[in-house]
């Protein structure tokens, strides 16, 4: 009998079905050894030496593994073909007694490591005929991974407790993530809005209607700035209502679009969470649903490799079902971005491209949903370009002649699509815009002038697929570690999302502060990049596991040394005039994992706790000037306050508004104790107005 040893039980059911009498197939559960949660569980004074130890959870099922591994004659390491499934398995090889702890070498019943990127019997027993020994690159890369890991979590938390609060944890990817995210929130609070104007002309040729751009005046093309201001744009505008427009040129050409490349495990978070708005977690466990069932290839992968027969089954499947004209001449090939990425590895694509989302065999909403969004992605990548016919009209308008006159250029687009090729399984948003059909000599005739004004905005804040897409950028991370990045900087209360955008959190923003002041190796880009490509080297063979955390380990320990005697305790209790409602000790003010906290005094002895009231306003000593404007508040004018917006775009941005809100909805970015200020800067929307972001702008954070 023939043991093979997989991670999870559906995988394991699935493989199942492709085997015959003579395989028994069992799950792992996942790891079946991990480092002790209740200590370090490194030795820093033996080369790092992990210690390793099986979960009180795991122990019943390494029973069950040793006894059908003693009735069998051969075992099959069957995991999953990244770092983390080669670990797996040479943990299960340990903790089976495959390998002999002295030698390395395996003992007499014969043990073997197979992999494949997709769970498909073809592709099984293909494995079975190719296996290999484990890869102790591989797993070295994963073990120093969980070192690097455990150390800075189990030495910097304490420090965290001792100079912020309790409760504190610290990431070596995870600070990255939220020092990012806090990064974009202070440019946000420091943007200031420019204004600028554009100018529209809305023209008809032969009664057919179109709109052009102001596109330069005399030989300066138009900047976003050089209109500045309203006065500028109505000066300009009462010079094209008296001018004579021209056609000046016609140009016509064909656009085209390639189509998208296949998924990989961030496009498809990414993607996942734009179309569906799920999170980069949800997206990852119904991916891994869908692999274990046998409907996808391997989810997590920065290849974009696609394997022969995929591509002919592609194409066999859109000749037949869309025509000829949908199926492109050659097999499209896609360059991976990353210098690092796994290019024995595929992308992510359905396992047979003929077995549409309709047909596949799941009862589950969310699987079927993102098995179509994998499927049209593949079959797009294979499909032709979309073709587009664009014309521009440039428009000349010239003022009477005279002293002032002027030359005006305008410019027209439109675009007509011609043929949607890849676009008939993968839709986008296009906007077409068809012009009537002029010639250079048809009489133009002006219908109206719209001068329109515009504010620069702040850079959009992360949402998931946004974050993604950075940390992918930045080198930070690896498939496997997007979502739990993600997820664990929500779970620690570091970051909130809300309306699907991420906000630093009080005390996210603090321990930023502290990481970034203190140990900036830990939070800084570039450096974690470095680490991800160090972390790359050991998989390659080509460093010593041990060499890159010593690197790291030995000027970490020494600057939190010293940090530890340096650094004061960043947030002191706060006393208030409260006292216990138990004990009548004082009440003070603590700082905890959720942010500012009553607690008493008499702690640990007394455990009475209180959220904080809400702060009331702070008012600056000035009456609203709408309210003194309006017959109807004049006697009984509202105070200026000074207000935070709680959501939407500008959230916790600073703004001066009426306190009798909602009756007076006066509100301004500017202090109006500065009227100067007040007078150039945009007034700012009412609170209730702030709540939504604009569609303009979710469309373009999208």
Not at 73 to 84: F, P, Q, S, W, Y
Not at 271 to 280: D, I, P, Q, T, V
Not at 615 to 637: F, N, V
């Amino acid at each position: 009998m023939k043991l093979v040893i997989v991670e999870s039980p559906t995988k394991a059911k699935t493989i199942g079905k492709f085997l015959d009498d003579d395989y028994v197939v069992e799950s792992s559960y996942g790891h079946i050894r991990d480092l002790p949660r209740s200590k370090l569980g490194i030795d820093v004074e033996k080369n790092y030496t992990p210690q390793y130890l099986v979960p009180l959870k795991s122990r019943a099922t390494l029973k069950k593994l040793k006894l059908a591994a003693a009735k069998s004659d051969e075992i099959v390491l069957a995991t999953d073909e990244d770092r983390e499934g080669e670990a797996i398995a040479w943990h299960l090889a340990q903790a089976l007694g495959l390998d002999d702890k002295k030698t390395g070498k395996q003992e007499t019943k014969k043990t073997e490591r197979i992999v494949f990127h997709e769970i498909t019997k073809s592709a099984i027993e293909e494995a079975l005929t190719h296996p290999r020994a484990l890869d102790m690159n591989l797993v070295n890369a994963q073990q120093a991974r969980r070192v690097l890991d455990r150390l800075v979590g189990y030495k910097l938390s304490p420090f965290l407790w001792k100079k912020v609060a309790k409760g504190l944890s610290a990431g070596r990817v995870q600070s990255v993530a939220v020092r990012l995210i806090m990064e974009r929130e202070l440019e946000i609070r420091a943007f200031k809005p420019e204004e600028y104007w554009s100018v529209i002309a809305r023209l008809t040729a032969k009664d057919a209607p179109f709109v052009a751009t102001l596109a330069s005046i005399g030989d300066a093309p138009m900047e976003k700035f050089s209109i500045p201001n309203e006065a500028t744009a109505k000066a300009i505008s009462a010079d094209l209502s008296s001018a004579s427009f021209a056609i000046a040129g016609i140009t016509k050409k064909t656009l085209k679009k390639n189509p998208p490349p296949p998924f990989t495990t961030s496009t498809l978070q990414q993607e996942a969470s734009k179309r569906l708005g799920y999170s980069s977690k949800k997206t990852m466990l119904l991916a891994q649903r869908l692999y274990e069932n046998g409907f996808i290839t391997y989810m997590r992968t920065d290849s974009l490799n696609l394997s022969k027969e995929s591509l002919v089954a592609a194409k066999q499947y859109l000749t037949e079902t869309f025509g000829a004209a949908y199926a492109a001449d050659a097999p499209r090939v896609f360059k991976t971005k990353s210098r690092l990425a796994q290019e024995a590895h595929e992308a992510i694509r359905p396992t047979k491209p003929a077995e549409t989302p309709d047909t596949i065999a799941t009862a589950e909403a969310g699987e079927k949903k993102l098995y179509t969004l994998i499927w049209q992605r593949f079959l797009a990548s294979q499909m032709p370009q979309a073709t587009f016919d664009a014309t521009g009209i440039e428009i000349t308008a010239a003022t009477p002649k005279g002293t002032n006159a002027k030359q005006y250029t305008l410019k027209a687009n439109g675009t007509t699509r011609l043929f949607d090729g890849y676009l008939k399984v993968w839709p986008q948003k296009f906007k077409e815009n068809e012009l009537p059909v002029i010639q250079k000599d048809s009489v133009l005739a002006l219908q109206g002038i719209d001068p329109e004004q515009h504010f620069t905005e702040p850079p959009p804040r992360f949402n998931e697929a946004s974050l993604i897409k950075t940390l992918e950028e930045f080198g930070i991370g690896r498939p496997s570690t997007y979502a739990p990045i993600i997820s664990v900087i929500q779970l620690r209360n570091y970051v909130k999302k809300e309306e699907g955008k991420f906000f630093p959190t009080e005390i996210g923003e603090l321990v930023n502060k502290v990481l970034t002041e203190n140990f900036p190796e830990v939070v800084d880009i570039g450096f974690t990049a470095k680490m991800e490509e160090s972390l790359d080297s050991v998989a390659e063979g080509n460093e010593k596991w041990q060499d890159l955390i010593g690197s790291f380990y030995v000027p970490f320990a020494k600057n939190l040394e010293t940090k530890y005697e340096e650094v004061k305790k960043t947030i002191a209790d706060e006393p208030t005039n409260e006292v216990c409602e138990k004990c009548g000790k004082p009440m003070i003010i603590k700082f905890g994992r959720f942010g500012k906290f009553m607690a008493c005094s008499g702690f640990p002895e007394c455990k009475t706790t209180k959220q904080l009231p809400k702060d009331a306003p702070k008012t600056i000593g000035m009456k609203c000037p709408d309210c003194l404007a309006s017959p109807e508040r004049k006697d009984a004018p509202g105070e200026i306050v000074e207000r935070k917006v709680s959501r939407g775009r500008a959230r916790g941005k600073i703004f001066w508004g009426c306190a009798k809100y909602p009756a007076c909805k006066y509100a301004s970015w500017t202090d109006p104790r500065n009227p100067e200020a007040d007078a150039a800067a945009p007034k700012a929307k009412t609170p209730e107005a702030e709540e939504e972001p604009e569609k303009e702008e979710a469309e373009k954070v999208e």
